[in-house]
T-cell receptor, first 114, second 115 residues
Framework: RKEVEQDPGPFNVPEGATVAFNCTYS??????FFWYRQDCRKEPKLLMS???SGNEDGRFTAQLNRASQYISLLIRDSKLSDSATYLC???????????????FGKGTHLIIQP | GAVVSQHPSWVICKSGTSVKIECRSL??????MFWYRQFPKQSLMLMAT?????????EQGVEKDKFLINHASLTLSTLTVTSAHPEDSSFYIC???????????FGDGTRLSIL
């Protein structure tokens, strides 16, 4: 099982629609969770952190289910500028002071159509 | 927000050349910096983790003698690809974070093409 799995898409949705992305992770000891956005041939940019209680930032809502090891992102009233690849990112658990770092999903490609 | 600057943005050079990439945190002190690599249509893969003043910790399969990492200050880390070959051509991205469990902020990335 991959460490972080996402549906690669592409998701083609009309402008104004609501779209949801899902992600599962394999390491139950993972501690921090994020959604990043990556535009074509650009670096990833942090979209939002994901908290157990769920959190919202404008049109974006993120949810975390630790029991199911599942993360979601909901985008409401989608805009053309939302077209990008959305990366589900998990901060690997640290053990014995060893290396840590982010584990990225392959990303879900979103295309918003006018 | 936090800014991480990476330089150069792209490099084209001959096989056998060594290439140095710089990563700077401009408005915060980065206790930890990370180096990632992304091949086309693949996810970012962590290469190494670097803590200021310490030796870098490399991921399995990443040759530490080929990818030299230096993190001499809280605002600068460098990655040197030694004797680069065409298979090293990739998008190299650094990130930096201020503290444990803080989000990582990414540099613009460096596109490396080895001919």
């Amino acid at each position: 099982r991959k460490e972080v799995e996402q549906d690669p898409g592409p998701f083609n949705v009309p402008e104004g629609a609501t779209v949801a992305f899902n992600c599962t992770y394999s390491n139950s000891a993972s501690q921090s969770f994020f959604w990043y956005r990556q535009d074509c041939r650009k670096e990833p940019k942090l979209l939002m952190s994901v908290y157990s209680s769920g959190n919202e930032d404008g049109r974006f809502t993120a949810q975390l289910n630790r029991a199911s090891q599942y993360i979601s992102l909901l985008i409401r009233d989608s805009k053309l500028s939302d077209s990008a690849t959305y990366l589900c990112v998990v901060n690997r658990a640290r053990s014995g002071g060893g290396a840590d770092g982010l584990t990225f999903g392959k990303g879900t490609h979103l295309i918003i159509q006018p | 927000g936090a800014v991480v600057s990476q330089h150069p943005s792209w490099v084209i050079c001959k096989s056998g050349t060594s290439v140095k990439i710089e990563c700077r945190s401009l408005d915060f002190q980065a206790t930890t910096m990370f180096w990632y690599r992304q091949f086309p249509k693949q996810s970012l893969m962590l290469m190494a983790t670097s803590n200021e003043g310490s030796k870098a910790t490399y991921e399995q399969g990443v040759e530490k003698d080929k990818f030299l990492i230096n993190h001499a200050s809280l605002t600068l880390s460098t990655l040197t690809v030694t004797s680069a070959h065409p298979e090293d051509s990739s998008f190299y991205i650094c990130s930096a974070r201020e503290g444990v469990d803080q989000p990582q902020h990414f540099g613009d990335g460096t596109r490396l093409s080895i001919l």
